[in-house]
């Protein structure tokens, strides 16, 4: 199963889920179905489930849809990038601020392209300075693309 | 029965977070409904996962560690990755760096 169908299926339980609690906060269907749609735009044009190949091309066709907001995001986050450098830029001026300038480039990393991994352990093992890990259910977003696991092992050296 | 809310920074869960914050924002929710709707959202995605068969493995060099309140984190660097789906395509990726934040899956059987 691709990540955007098991996203879609997970959409769908949530929105089921909830219908319960709305209609007893007396909220109208029509709230809950805008919630639905907001949530489908927000994810369409965060990009990251949008099939490699094209599998679904509704999906692919949305995403098309709104090149202008993904391009605006991206902007964003290069503007903000520029910030950043800035004001590390007038750390420097202070003698001491090397490791300042480090810490900031860890920053930008996090800010644009954040790859993590969200996941359960099974076993942390370590052996010297090998360290060994197996994991389940993971959620992974790797260059800005989705992938999920239902177990991984890990090998590293530190 | 409750469930991790690690997902939660996910890019479905992020999503769902920015919604739910326009739409208590613009007063169309109110903040505890939004919050029973994270909560359904760390049960769905959960059991969801539960589906997934594809496995992964990967190498790396490790930056980083930390273990604190059962919750591992990890900080690699030079990461390959090799992904075997349902279907038998293996998909490789490298990455400069990456972060895990790995839950304790052993003290609760299902979640």
Request: charge should be negative.
């Amino acid at each position: 199963m691709d990540v955007a169908s098991l996203y879609l299926q997970v959409m769908n339980n949530v929105i089921d889920g909830v219908r319960g609690d709305f209609s007893s906060e007396q909220l109208d269907e029509s709230v809950l179905e805008s919630l639905a749609s907001l949530w489908e735009r927000k994810l369409l044009q965060s990009g990251s489930s949008a099939p490699e190949r094209e599998t679904n091309n509704d999906i692919a066709e949305k995403a098309v849809d709104e090149p202008g907001l993904v391009h605006n995001e991206k902007v964003n986050c290069s503007s903000e990038e520029q910030q950043i450098s800035s004001a590390a830029v007038k750390g420097l001026k202070e003698d001491s601020a090397e490791s300042l300038s480090s810490d900031s480039d860890e920053g930008l990393v996090d800010l644009c392209s954040s790859n993590l991994v969200l996941a359960q352990y099974d076993k942390v093992t370590r052996a010297k300075n090998k360290w060994k890990c197996t994991l389940k259910k993971g959620v992974m977003t790797l260059d800005g693309k989705d992938v999920l696991f239902g177990k991984a092992s890990g090998e590293f050296l530190w | 029965m409750t469930y991790y809310e690690l997902y939660r920074r996910s890019t479905l869960g992020m999503t769902l977070t920015d919604a739910l914050d326009e739409m208590v924002t613009n007063f169309e929710l109110t903040p505890s409904v939004a919050m029973k709707v994270l909560v359904q959202f760390d049960k769905c995605m959960s059991e969801a996962l539960n589906r997934v068969k594809a496995k992964t493995t990967f190498k790396g060099n490790l930056g980083t560690y930390r273990f604190c309140d059962n919750v591992w984190t990890f900080i690699l660097s030079d990461v390959t990755f090799s992904t075997s789906g349902a279907g038998g395509e293996i998909a490789t990726a490298t990455l400069d760096k990456l972060k895990i934040v790995a839950c304790d899956g052993r003290t609760t059987s299902d979640v």
